[in-house]
T-cell receptor
C-alpha cells in the first residue's frame, strides 16, 4: 500500500461544475498536506496547503482535512478548461522536511 | 530570478553510460531534493539534502549518487544507466522543514536510457 493514495482518473468535469478530488494517507504521523497542480510536460506547482482539520479556502479552491479518517480532499469550484491538469496530493511528517506524494489525479474540464 | 534551474532538459543515454544531472537554485534555500516521476507513480524521492554538507536517501536511491556541491548546487549522478532509469527527473528546493515553507521545482530533465 502506498503511503498516499489517489484515484488516477481521469476525472471528467463539465465547465462550471465542481471537481472533487480525494486523497488518503496511511502514516498517522503526517501533519501537513499539500496539493500541487501539474500541467502536462511541466513541473508541479503548489496550489494549497492545509495543516489543521477542517476547510481552507483560497479563491476557487477549497482543501479539506480529516485526520481521524486520514483523508484530504480538494474542491475546485466553477471549473475552467485551464484547470485541466494532474493534481498531486502530498503529506509531510512533523518537522520531516520531505514530502510523500500520491500518484496524482488527472482532471479534464470539458467546455 | 531563475528559481530552480536544471540541466540538461533532455538526454538520451545508452545502457551502461554515466551522466550527471545538474541543479542550481538562487533562492538561498537550505534543502534540496531529487525526484523521479514515472507514469501513474507520482513523484518519488531519490535523495535529498537538508542542508549544505548533508545528504540522505529517499524512497528509490539505488543506482544513483548525489553531491551537494555548495548551498546552491545539488547534482544527481547515474554511474551506469539502465533502461529502468528512463524517467523525468525533477530537482526541488525549500527553505527548511517548517510546513509553511514552499517547495519549488525545476523544469525537469527527460531522460531516456536505451
Amino acid at each position: 500500500q502506498k503511503e498516499v493514495e489517489q484515484n488516477s482518473g481521469p476525472l471528467s468535469v463539465p465547465e462550471g461544475a465542481i471537481a472533487s478530488l480525494n486523497c488518503t494517507y496511511s502514516d498517522r504521523g503526517s501533519q501537513s498536506f499539500f496539493w500541487y497542480r501539474q500541467y502536462s510536460g511541466k513541473s508541479p506547482e503548489l496550489i494549497m496547503s492545509i495543516y489543521s482539520n477542517g476547510d481552507k479556502e483560497d479563491g476557487r479552491f477549497t482543501a479539506q482535512l480529516n485526520k481521524a479518517s486520514q483523508y484530504v480532499s480538494l474542491l475546485i469550484r466553477d471549473s475552467q478548461p485551464s484547470d485541466s491538469a494532474t493534481y498531486l496530493c502530498a503529506s509531510e511528517r512533523a518537522a520531516g522536511n520531505k514530502l510523500t506524494f500520491g500518484g496524482g489525479t488527472r482532471v479534464l474540464v470539458k467546455p | 530570478n531563475a528559481g530552480v534551474t536544471q540541466t540538461p532538459k533532455f538526454q538520451v543515454l545508452k545502457t551502461g553510460q554515466s551522466m550527471t544531472l545538474q541543479c542550481a537554485q538562487d533562492m538561498n534555500h537550505n534543502s534540496m531534493y531529487w525526484y523521479r516521476q514515472d507514469p501513474g507513480m507520482g513523484l518519488r524521492l531519490i535523495y535529498y539534502s537538508a542542508s549544505e554538507g548533508t545528504t540522505d536517501k529517499g524512497e528509490v536511491p539505488n543506482g544513483y549518487n548525489v553531491s551537494r556541491l555548495n548551498k546552491r548546487e545539488f547534482s544527481l549522478r547515474l554511474e551506469s544507466a539502465a533502461p529502468s532509469q528512463t524517467s523525468v527527473y525533477f530537482c526541488a528546493s525549500r527553505t527548511g522543514p517548517l510546513a509553511k515553507n514552499i517547495q519549488y521545482f525545476g523544469a525537469g530533465t527527460r531522460l531516456s536510457v536505451l
